[in-house]
C-alpha cells in the first residue's frame, strides 16, 4: 500500500499564496499544524455569541490595557496561526502598527461552538496549549455550556471547568459573567 506525502504550509507560505492569488482573499481558512482548515460559514446564533462576548468584555477591561477582537490571525508557530472566534491580549504598541498577537501578548482565546465539537475541544485545544495559550474558553452553543480550560503545564491544561448555568467567573479576571451576556436568547 502506497502512502501519500501531504506538503506542510508555513504562514509564511500561506501569505504568498493570498498575495499571489492562489487562496482567495475572502476565504476564510486557518492554519493549524502546517493544514489549511476552511472555516464553516457563521449562522446567527454563532456570529451574536461572538458578538456578545465581544461586547461584554469591552465594557468591562480598559482598552488601554487589553486588545479585544475577533476572528484575529494569531502567531502560534510557524506551522499554526488560527484565528479564534475571541481574543483578548495585553495591548501593545507593535499591536496597533502591523504586528501579528503573539501568544505571549494573549490573556484569553475563546471559540463558539456549533459545529466543530471534535475540532474545538479536541485538535484546537492541543494546539493552544502546547503553543502556551494560558487560558481557553469553548462556548458551546448546542449544549448550551461554557468549557474554561487554565493551569496550562507541560503543554496542557490542568484544569477544566464545564458550566451548565450562570453566572460564571469570566476566568481569568474578577469578575462574573451570565449566560445572558454569552448566549443569543432563545
Not at 501569505?15 to 460559514?41: A, C, F, N, T, W
Not at 461586547?55 to 477591561?61: C, G, I, K, R, T
Not at 475540532?119 to 455550556?145: M, N, S
Request: aromatic share 10%; with cysteine.
Amino acid at each position: 500500500m502506497s502512502t501519500i506525502d501531504k506538503h506542510q504550509c508555513t504562514i509564511d507560505e500561506v501569505e504568498k499564496m493570498y498575495q499571489h492569488g492562489i487562496l482567495p482573499p475572502d476565504e476564510r481558512i486557518e492554519l493549524i499544524d502546517g493544514e489549511l482548515h476552511v472555516m464553516s460559514p457563521k449562522n446567527p446564533p454563532h456570529f451574536i455569541t461572538q458578538r456578545k462576548l465581544s461586547d461584554f468584555f469591552s465594557d468591562h477591561l480598559a482598552k488601554k490595557d487589553y486588545l479585544i477582537d475577533k476572528e484575529i490571525p494569531i502567531d502560534i508557530s510557524q506551522i499554526s496561526m488560527p484565528e479564534p472566534d475571541l481574543v483578548i491580549a495585553h495591548q501593545r504598541a507593535g499591536l496597533q502598527i502591523n504586528e501579528y498577537v503573539q501568544v505571549a501578548d494573549l490573556v484569553l482565546l475563546a471559540e463558539v461552538l456549533d459545529t466543530t465539537v471534535g475540532y474545538d475541544l479536541g485538535r484546537k485545544k492541543e494546539v493552544y496549549a502546547q503553543a502556551g495559550v494560558p487560558v481557553y474558553w469553548v462556548i458551546d452553543i448546542l449544549q448550551h455550556q461554557v468549557h474554561i480550560f487554565s493551569n496550562l503545564c507541560q503543554g496542557d491544561y490542568r484544569t477544566a471547568v464545564t458550566y451548565k448555568k450562570g453566572p460564571l467567573p469570566a476566568f481569568p479576571f474578577d469578575f462574573t459573567i451570565s449566560f445572558d451576556d454569552i448566549f443569543p436568547k432563545a
